[in-house]
């Protein structure tokens, strides 16, 4: 069975710094792309970053670029999100994403195929 499980979620003012994990379990990730979506409160989900299965291909919201950055630990199965200089507009829940497709547009909520439970961020001012 298939799991991801995202973890490192908090409470932090604004101006500072948090990484969050994907654990992922049930089968190596480590051929498939990634990515991390939140959804802040009474929005709809929105792609953050994803990261092509070979690691070597990063792509960001525009509202994150220069501040988050996404990587992956293919012996661990983990992928992280650093995400740093944190504005009370990047409160939302997490959620990271695995994509099986080898060609698939990652910005692209209806890519993905497994999805994790999500963790909070929330950032105070």
């Known amino acids: 069975q298939v799991q991801l499980v995202e973890s490192g979620g908090g409470l932090v003012q604004a101006g500072g710094s948090l990484q969050v994990s994907c654990a992922a379990s049930g089968r190596s990730f480590s051929s498939y792309s990634m990515g991390w979506f939140r959804q802040a409160p009474g929005k709809e989900r929105e792609v953050v970053a994803a990261?092509?299965?070979?690691?070597?291909?990063?792509s960001y919201a525009d509202s994150v670029k220069g501040r988050f950055t996404i990587s992956r630990d293919n012996a661990k199965n983990t992928v992280y999100l650093q995400m740093n200089s944190l504005k009370p507009e990047d409160t939302a829940d997490y959620f990271c994403a695995v994509c099986l497709k080898f060609h698939a547009a990652l910005d692209k909520e209806g890519e993905y195929d497994y999805w994790g439970q999500g963790t909070r961020v929330t950032i105070s001012s």
């Open positions: 990261i092509r299965w070979g690691g070597d291909t990063e």
